[in-house]
């Protein structure tokens, strides 16, 4: 077998197992979230549950609330969100071709730059969550943390 083909193989088994984990838990997620009653005070309108959503999720506005977790969080849901265009081109560079560039994308060096910094950025949230963890113990607080 050439190396094209290895690749291919792992690249699909790696695939496959990632998209029945994602699905097992999207699929426990729905159920969950389907299982609740309807909130007396949630949005009817679409357009009003959508701008909730975009200060509350995308703004991360109750997060901030706690300054440096906050951040972290920030680096972390953002980075993730921005790093999906690196799975896109893995992907792309291993069932499609080496050289797979995202459409009007391109090889566009400032989305490299800003996939690089978010790496970082990532790296950064991720050691304030271990730093925070080993500061506060969470197995030692039981049920309070």
């Known amino acids: 077998m050439d190396q094209m083909t290895i690749r291919l193989i792992i690249g699909v088994l790696l695939v496959i197992a990632v998209l029945a984990i994602a699905g097992r838990r999207a699929l426990t997620l729905f159920k969950l979230i389907t299982s609740g009653q309807?909130?007396?005070?949630?949005?009817?309108?679409?357009?009003?549950?959508?701008?909730?959503?975009?200060t509350e999720v995308l703004g991360q506005k109750k997060l901030l609330q706690w300054t440096v977790p906050g951040v972290a969080h920030v680096f972390a849901m953002w980075g993730f969100i921005v790093l999906v265009?690196?799975?896109?081109?893995?992907?792309?560079?291993?069932?499609?071709?080496?050289?797979f560039a995202i459409p009007f994308i391109g090889r566009w060096a400032v989305i490299g730059f800003i996939e690089d910094v978010f790496i970082v950025l990532v790296l950064v949230g991720l050691a304030i969550f271990a730093v925070i963890r080993l500061r506060t113990q969470p197995a030692k607080?039981?049920?309070y943390s």
Not at 38 to 54: G, H, I, Y
Not at 86 to 99: H, K, L, W
């Open 85 to 99: 265009l690196t799975i896109i081109e893995t992907v792309g560079a291993v069932f499609i071709s080496q050289q």
């Open 141 to 143: 607080q039981g049920r």
């Open 38 to 54: 309807p909130t007396v005070d949630r949005p009817e309108s679409r357009p009003a549950a959508l701008e909730s959503q975009a």
